[in-house]
C-alpha cells in the first residue's frame, strides 16, 4: 500500500514538493531502520516483535503520506 500511494503522490506533487518529500521518505527509512537495529538480538519467537514494529512504522507512514498528502 505505502508504494501505491508513493506513486500517487510522485504523479499528483509538483515535482519540487515531492523532491522534499522524497528527502523527508529517506530520513525516515533510515530512523526505522536504525530503530529497528537496536533492537536487543532475542530468540525467533522474540524476534517476531520486531517485525511487527516494521510493519506497524510503516503502516503509520502511510497513512501518515494519505492524510497529509493526498486530497
Known sequence: MLNEV??????TMPQSDFENLK???TEWIK???QNFAERPKEP??????????LAFETKA???YLIENYLD
Open 61 to 63: 507512514r502511510t497513512y
Open 44 to 53: 525467533a519467537s522474540e524476534r517476531a516483535t520486531g517485525m511487527d514494529y
Open 31 to 33: 530512523m526505522k531502520k
Open 6 to 11: 508513493w506513486g500517487e503522490l510522485k504523479s
Open 23 to 25: 528527502t523527508e521518505q
